[in-house]
C-alpha cells in the first residue's frame, strides 16, 4: 500500500524556534510536495521537489526553506517560527503528472 | 487571485438529498482532479477528468468536465452522512509543470 508519513501529527513550537517537518515516502515517487492548509484559504504550495536536491518554491515559500537530500525523505523547516506559521502542514508525493499521495498532516501551533 | 474557484464554501444538508458543488475557472486546464479530505486526513483523489464534456460516475458521485476544459461539476445523489468532507478541485496545466493549484474546498455536511 502507498504510504507517505509525517514524523508528527501535532506539533507545539515558541516564537523563534527552528522547526523540522519530516515527511517519508515509500514508493520511489520524483516529485515531493509541501503545503499548508488553513481555513478560507485552502491548500497553498509552499515548495516542491522533482529530484534529489532538486527545490522549486511554490506560492508561499517566505518563511520556509525544504531540503529533499534523498529520494525518499522531504523536509520541511521553519527557520524561525511565527505565530503567523500555525496552520496544518500537509506532505505529499506522486510520479511525475499523476495524482498526489498525502500524508495525514502535521498541525503545528506556534505560540 | 484564485485561480480555482470553488463553491458553495459549505454546505449542510439532509441524508438523502441531492446536491452539486462546483469548480470555476478562467483558465483551461489540461485535466482536472477531484480529491476528498476526511477530519484528521490528508485528502484522497477521486477522479481525473480529461475530455471536455467527459463524464465520470463513481457510485453516488457523478463528475463532469466542462466542454471549454475550464470548469467542473461533482453532483452527489442520494447523500449520506459518509460523504461528510472537504472536496477539493486540482487543476493541472502542462505548462505549469508540477506546481498545479487547488480550489478552496467545498465542505460538506450530510446530516442523519
Known amino acids: 500500500d502507498v504510504k507517505v508519513t509525517q514524523s508528527s501529527r501535532y506539533l507545539v513550537k515558541r516564537t523563534g524556534e527552528k522547526v523540522f517537518l519530516e515527511c517519508v515516502q515509500d514508493?520511489?515517487?520524483?516529485?515531493m510536495f509541501w503545503y499548508r492548509q488553513d481555513p478560507g484559504l485552502g491548500l497553498r504550495l509552499i515548495y516542491f521537489?522533482?529530484?534529489?536536491?532538486?527545490?522549486e518554491k511554490g506560492d508561499i515559500p517566505e518563511g520556509y526553506s525544504v531540503s529533499r537530500e534523498k529520494k525518499e525523505r522531504f523536509s520541511l523547516i521553519l527557520e524561525s517560527a511565527s505565530t503567523n506559521q500555525t496552520s496544518m502542514y500537509l506532505c505529499?508525493?506522486?510520479?511525475?503528472?499523476?495524482?498526489?499521495?498525502f500524508g495525514s498532516g502535521t498541525q503545528l501551533s506556534v505560540l | 487571485t484564485q485561480l480555482l474557484e470553488q463553491s458553495p464554501q459549505f454546505l449542510s444538508i439532509q441524508e438523502g438529498e441531492n446536491l452539486t458543488v462546483y469548480c470555476n475557472s478562467s483558465?483551461?486546464?489540461?485535466?482536472l482532479q477531484w480529491y476528498r479530505q476526511e477530519p484528521g486526513e490528508g485528502p484522497v483523489l477521486l477522479v481525473t477528468?480529461?475530455?471536455?464534456?467527459e463524464v465520470k460516475k463513481l457510485k453516488r458521485l457523478t463528475f463532469q468536465f466542462g466542454d471549454a476544459r475550464k470548469d467542473s461539476s461533482l453532483h452527489i445523489t442520494a447523500a449520506q452522512p459518509g460523504d461528510t468532507g472537504l472536496y477539493l478541485c486540482?487543476?493541472?496545466?502542462?505548462?505549469?509543470?508540477?506546481?498545479?493549484?487547488f480550489g478552496e474546498g467545498t465542505q460538506l455536511t450530510v446530516n442523519p
Open positions: 486540482r487543476g493541472c496545466k502542462e505548462t505549469s509543470g508540477s506546481r498545479l493549484t
Open positions: 521537489s522533482y529530484d534529489v536536491k532538486m527545490k
Open positions: 483558465s483551461v486546464f489540461s485535466s
Open positions: 477528468v480529461v475530455t471536455g464534456g
Open positions: 514508493m520511489d515517487h520524483e516529485n
Open positions: 505529499a508525493s506522486s510520479p511525475p503528472w499523476e495524482k498526489l499521495f
